[in-house]
Nanobody, 119 residues
């Protein structure tokens, strides 16, 4: 079992920055690749960024490329999402998700953290 706790959300003006953290406890975190998802009101949950188990590979959706950076510190069981140049359309609840390959070995979610960007 892996428990995930997100933090770092809040209210920020457009153009501002926030840094989200996802702290894991439980089984060996370095065995999991980690995703950040977000879900805005009335919209489906979407994958924003992903990072491989050792941090050597990252991926982003087009709308956040160049603005968001995902990173991890396996010694501290933590994954970060640095969000710069925030836009109102980034407003959503952001969720951390840790998965094994295959997913049947483990698929865990945090409770989410609210990010609100005002125009």
């Amino acid at each position: 079992q892996v428990q995930l706790v997100e933090s770092g959300g809040g209210l920020v003006q457009a153009g501002g920055s926030l840094r989200l953290s996802c702290v894991a406890s439980g089984r060996t975190f370095s065995n999991y690749y980690v995703n950040w998802f977000r879900q805005a009101p009335g919209k489906e949950r979407e994958l924003v960024a992903a990072i491989s188990e050792n941090g050597g590979s990252t991926n982003y959706i087009d709308s956040v490329k160049g603005r968001f950076t995902i990173s991890r510190d396996n010694a501290k069981n933590t994954v970060f999402l640095q969000m710069n140049s925030l836009k109102p359309e980034d407003t959503a609840v952001y969720y951390c998700n840790a998965r094994r390959v295959p997913r049947s070995l483990g698929d865990y979610w945090g409770q989410g953290t609210q990010v609100t960007v005002s125009s």
